[in-house]
């Protein structure tokens, strides 16, 4: 469960992060308030949910097991477990 929650973390955090790498570069002053102007704020917050919209139509799609298949949960064959699997 850790995994999607950090991924879509990083996902919203990554475009600050490059404002922040954008803002080193040229130079400016990252923690001075005219750096980080409202619109620009609003806009990296749009693009982060944006990101995150977009993960999250993609793992829904896309992972997962394939369309009709069956979940057969773990087990103890023979003495053995056999972990669940998909069939």
Do not use: C
Not at 5 to 29: C, G, R, S
Not at 42 to 58: K, R
Not at 73 to 82: D, L, M, R, S
């Amino acid at each position: 469960m850790i995994r999607p929650i950090l991924t879509e973390l990083f996902l919203f955090v990554m475009p600050f992060a490059l404002y922040v790498a954008f803002l080193w570069a040229i130079k400016a002053d990252v923690l001075h308030p005219d750096s980080w102007p409202v619109s620009r704020i609003a806009g990296l917050t749009i693009v982060a949910l944006i990101l995150m919209a977009a993960s999250f139509f993609y793992f829904a799609e896309y992972s997962g097991a394939p369309v009709g298949s069956t979940y057969l949960p773990a087990h103890i064959e023979n003495g053995k477990f056999v972990p669940g699997t998909q069939k």
